[in-house]
């Protein structure tokens, strides 16, 4: 099946600081990518919706100027936390489809502490 | 997205079956059932999904009613290593559409 993959895995970073969390298709080309946040013991949460080439769409409540979003190429899509603080703590996870197939593929997820 | 109701846990006597239930009952034509689990601290793992057949492959079986408002997802010979919360998600069938994940349920193998 096909492969999705994030880095960094795990990542403590200090309050005020960007993070950047990178979601790479390894053996496809991913038109469409995903990005979902999960709190402990909380489903995943959609965060954005971003297609290579054009501007991301966020859902409903999620600040597009601290979740920066990019999708520069067909294999490559980044989350940056901007100006993280401790309640951006949370288990950040994305994936990937080609768009016209059926299945959408989840990375692995990363782990971000905010001090 | 049409919504889906799942009990919140259940448990699973390991080898035994596990039947998974999934009410929803306003899914519209053109969507899909699909089946994910999430085992402790990783990404969601892709099961099976059907439209209105049922279907099985190596992991699992979906049971999907006629009337297409409810499904089970059906682990013939469960283990510990099943324990996960599961989703089901009704989606259209083109990847590019968005995956509203609900609570799922949470499923305790036991030895």
């Known amino acids: 099946g096909a492969v999705v993959s994030q880095h960094p895995s795990r990542v403590i970073c200090k309050s005020g600081t960007s993070v950047k969390i990178e979601c790479r298709s390894l053996d496809f080309q991913a038109t469409t990518m995903f990005w979902y946040r999960q709190f402990p013991k909380q489903s995943l949460m959609l965060m954005a919706t971003s297609n290579e080439g054009s501007k991301a769409t966020y859902e409903q409540g999620v600040e597009k100027d601290k979740f920066l979003i990019n999708h520069a190429s067909l294999t490559l899509s980044t989350l940056t936390v901007t100006s993280a603080h401790p309640e951006d703590s949370s288990f950040y996870i994305c994936?990937?489809?080609?768009?016209?197939?059926?299945?959408?593929?989840f990375g692995p997820g990363t782990r971000l502490t905010v001090l | 997205d049409a919504k889906t109701t799942q009990p919140p846990s259940m448990d699973c006597a390991e080898g035994r079956a596990a039947n998974l239930p999934c009410n929803h009952s306003t899914i519209s034509g053109n969507e899909y059932v699909y089946w994910y689990r999430q085992i402790h601290s990783q990404g969601p793992q892709y099961i099976i999904h059907?439209?209105?057949n049922n279907e099985t492959n190596e992991m699992a079986s979906l049971i999907i009613t006629e009337d297409r408002k409810s499904s089970t997802l059906i682990l013939p010979h469960a283990t510990l290593r099943d324990t996960a919360v599961y989703y089901c998600?009704?989606?259209?069938?083109?990847?590019?559409?968005?995956?509203?994940f609900g609570a799922g349920t949470r499923l305790f193998v036991k030895a």
């Open positions: 994936s990937a489809s080609t768009g016209g197939a059926n299945e959408q593929f």
């Open positions: 059907g439209l209105k």
């Open positions: 998600i009704v989606r259209v069938g083109n990847g590019g559409f968005k995956t509203i």
